[in-house]
């Protein structure tokens, strides 16, 4: 599947997103009123904050609710009625399938996983182990008496699964129980909302973070050398939305060339390939001529 630039200039001219490269904003872009409630990865809320949402209300006019949180959380809010949503941000698939299907409420009936990010060890430069973690094997550097490395839990958070999954394997190539034991510890396990939070105070000498949200936040951070793990961040509009047109437009400014720029200076991958899942038929007919399956 790909992305339509074609379709989507048209749909720019409609005056639904950002205008066209080059051409000025006012002149192609028809302001509206009102907003849209997005569930949003705890992971995107900086970038979220910083740059989405006034990028996307100077484009169309709409505000934003952003409601961050783990995306399993956010998912099993939403089976339970906490949240009246419009759009659902993800950093999973997984995320997206727990809502699919009468036996979940059909809050979901398609999902673009559009873009991805590593799973990365993130560090304060003043933190009195950052010379280390810079010059050491990180497996080795968290294992340290007194170090105190953050993450977020497993059962909400894709990214605590994907943690706990990128421990276990490095305990498996080194030979390293140490290793496997900070799955155990359950004293640094915060929400996804607070992390960047306590690494900043100097609650924690690291973390385990995207490199989207790291590099949102400004804070150095190193690859996890031997371990591969990944994000996969999805886009969906929920059923019932309340407000669907801005939704559409919010889901639109996200795939638009302006919108896709920014969110790749902050370490957000675009897919070679999107994947379209679910009800093809179920996409709003204004996003099926940016998407093409």
């Known amino acids: 599947m790909t992305i339509l630039a074609a379709a989507l200039v048209t749909f720019l001219a409609a005056g639904t997103l950002l205008a066209a490269r080059g051409a000025p904003a006012a002149a192609a872009t028809s302001k509206h009123s ?9 992971s995107l809320e900086t970038i979220m904050k910083t740059a989405v949402e006034p990028g996307f209300h100077k484009a169309t006019g709409y505000t934003v609710t952003d409601i961050s949180g783990g995306s399993t959380g956010l998912a099993q809010e939403v089976k339970g ?28 009936r398609w999902y673009l996983t559009f873009a991805t ?42 990214k ?25 510890r359950k004293t640094t396990v915060f929400t996804e909302t607070s992390l960047v ?14 490199a989207v949200e790291a590099s949102a936040a400004h804070f150095p951070f190193v690859a996890l050398s031997g371990v591969s ?54 996409v709003p007919a204004a996003l099926r001529k940016v998407i093409e399956r």
């Open 34 to 42: 009102g907003t849209v409630v997005v569930l949003t990865a705890g």
């Open 81 to 108: 009625g906490v949240h009246k949503a419009d759009v659902f941000w993800s950093a999973a698939p997984t995320s997206d399938n727990q809502l699919m299907g009468s036996a979940n409420g059909n809050w979901v």
């Open 117 to 158: 990010t590593s799973l990365v060890l993130g560090y304060e430069p003043a933190d009195r182990y950052a010379s280390t973690i810079e010059h050491r094997p990180w497996w080795k550097v968290i294992t340290k008496r007194g170090f105190l490395v953050g993450r977020t839990n497993p059962v909400t958070d894709p």
């Open 160 to 184: 605590g699964r994907l943690t706990v999954d990128a421990l276990r394997e490095a305990a498996r190539q080194h030979d390293d129980p140490a290793v496997g034991a900070i799955v155990a």
């Open 197 to 210: 939070g306590r690494l900043q105070a100097g609650q924690l000498d690291a973390g385990f973070f995207y």
């Open 229 to 282: 793990e990944k994000a996969d961040f999805t886009l969906t509009i929920l059923s019932k939305a309340p407000h669907p047109e801005a939704a559409v437009a919010f889901v639109a400014y996200l795939l638009s060339p302006p919108a896709r720029r920014l969110l790749a200076e902050h370490g957000l991958t675009e897919l070679a390939s999107p994947k379209l899942t679910g009800d093809e038929s179920a």
